[in-house]
């Protein structure tokens, strides 16, 4: 009897135990949320934002950006880039940018406190920088984003650590050395908040890919956007990668142009600097539509088929660094937005765009954007919208087909993307002057914009300077 008794209490304990594991996962996947794992068709229609979450508002935590998440979704949002979200180094915090950068030691003790250091400065690649709230305000946005089914990526620094980062006491090998054994910032940079990390030892590799894994495994992030992904030698992705798939599906985007880092299965989207650099061209007059034309030659040349670019009119570097949208493109900004949307590859909005920001945001100090819904908000929305739900704008592994319509002003753009038997016509007056065009299409079309019928015939099309439409059958 004694032991009939035994073997039931054992049970007893075994299921108590099981249910305790039960209760635990399911705790752990609420966190998470729910949301289906990331697809290339996601990307095919996708929209992604860069949040800046210290500028994003007044408090720069991390619960006055997940409580605007639901309207994101108004932009057409699917991918929500994170700018790096981890401690901060006090040693050699940077209080000023530039060639003449200080640290914030170098001013009055009263001053220091202000100076916030770089996001890419990094102590800690598995903790929460306090600055933006805790763990689980950031769990709660992880959650909240997959609620309204949209995915999350962190902004990783593989390049470099910051000079706390307790690999700098206890594995100084992990670092590049000079001559006397001197652990240094990255070679020709002005990094010098930051310690280069040197590649040939396989340790850090492999710790590095284990912090990567535990914000996958975790906290139910769902890839990342590499920090200068091309000073990282190619063979580590390709060692790297590889492993953070088999843990589950995810989307990795290269802060880089070079071709190799999207094969073989390794980056899903890589920066499309030289479309951004002709963009400011563009609207400054100093190149015209052939520029426009050769690129998309170079790119055909150079990128197998199925990798994303990624088309931005501003990021936190261009808007920090380069100047504001106002300051780079002036009048042609609402033209260049919407280009950057029709052409192939996926679209970029970062922190303040979407309220018409104005102004250069500090990088390493308390800023704020606006929080006021103008004229973007609107023209972001109705792009958003066509991005997301027709397929001639598809811009991922399987884009809508891209094709040149001839016009007879050679500063007019006229394009057509098409799949699926839905075809989007883009005509764009890419100068300062009003231009007119005889229509290189005919036929009964919708203004998108205005949601106004156009005729399309042998009349001459006038457009404004900067004057665009988007045609839909």
């Not at 010098?192 to 590095?208: C, F, H, I």
């Not at 500090?362 to 908000?377: A, G, H, L, V």
Request: charged fraction near 25%.
């Amino acid at each position: 009897m004694k032991k009939i008794i035994l073997a039931i209490f054992s049970l007893i304990l075994i299921m108590a135990c099981k249910e305790e594991k039960k209760v635990e996962n399911l705790t752990k996947e609420n966190i998470m949320g729910e949301i289906k794992p990331i697809s290339d068709a996601v990307l095919e229609t996708a929209v992604i934002y860069e949040a800046n979450i210290r500028q994003y508002s007044a408090s720069g935590h991390f619960d006055e950006f997940t409580k605007d998440i639901p309207q994101l979704k108004q932009l057409g949002v699917k991918i929500i880039w994170l700018m790096p979200v981890f401690p901060i180094s006090e040693t050699k915090r940077k209080a000023t940018g530039g060639d003449d950068s200080k640290f914030a030691s170098d001013f009055p003790e009263e001053e220091q406190s202000k100076y916030l250091g770089s996001y890419y400065a990094v102590t800690d690649f598995t903790k929460i920088n306090p600055e933006f709230g805790t763990i689980e305000d950031f769990r709660n946005l992880i959650k909240t984003a997959h609620e309204h089914g949209m995915y999350v990526i962190l902004d990783w620094v593989p390049n470099h650590t910051g000079w706390d980062h307790i690999w700098i006491k206890n594995n100084p090998e992990y670092y590049t050395q000079d001559e006397n054994g001197n652990i240094i910032h990255p070679k020709d940079t002005d990094w010098t908040d930051v310690a280069d990390l040197n590649y040939d030892n396989k340790e850090m590799r492999k710790e590095m890919i284990a912090d990567m894994q535990y914000w996958l495994k975790e906290e139910g992030v769902d890839g990342f956007r590499c920090d200068v992904a091309a000073s990282v030698p190619t063979d580590f992705w390709e060692e790297a990668i590889p492993q953070l798939r088999k843990t589950k599906d995810i989307f990795m985007l290269a802060e880089a142009w070079e071709p190799e880092l999207a094969q073989n299965d390794l980056f899903e989207m890589v920066y499309g600097w030289d479309t951004h650099h002709l963009m400011n061209d563009l609207a400054q007059g100093k190149k015209g539509l052939k520029a426009w034309k050769e690129r998309l030659v170079q790119i055909d040349s150079l990128y197998e088929k199925g990798t994303i670019m990624m088309n931005f009119v501003t990021n936190h570097d261009e808007n920090s660094w380069n100047g504001t949208i106002k300051e780079r493109m002036k009048d042609a900004a609402p033209l260049m937005t919407a280009f950057s949307y029709v052409i192939p590859g996926m679209t970029l909005i970062y922190s303040g765009m979407e309220y018409d920001l104005d102004h250069r945001l500090k990088f390493f100090e308390k800023d704020s954007i606006p929080k006021t819904k103008q004229k973007m908000w609107p023209l972001l929305e109705k792009l958003g919208h066509l991005k997301n739900t027709n397929p001639a704008l598809n811009g991922g592994k399987d884009p809508a087909s891209y094709k040149d319509l001839k016009t007879t002003n050679d500063k007019v753009l006229a394009l057509q993307r098409s799949k699926n038997n839905s075809t989007v016509t883009f005509i764009g007056n890419f100068s300062a002057q009003e231009q007119s065009v005889n229509a290189p299409l005919k036929g009964s079309f919708t203004d998108y914009m205005t949601n106004e019928p156009i005729v399309m015939n042998e009349n001459a099309l006038v457009l404004k300077p900067w004057e665009y439409r988007i045609l839909t059958e």
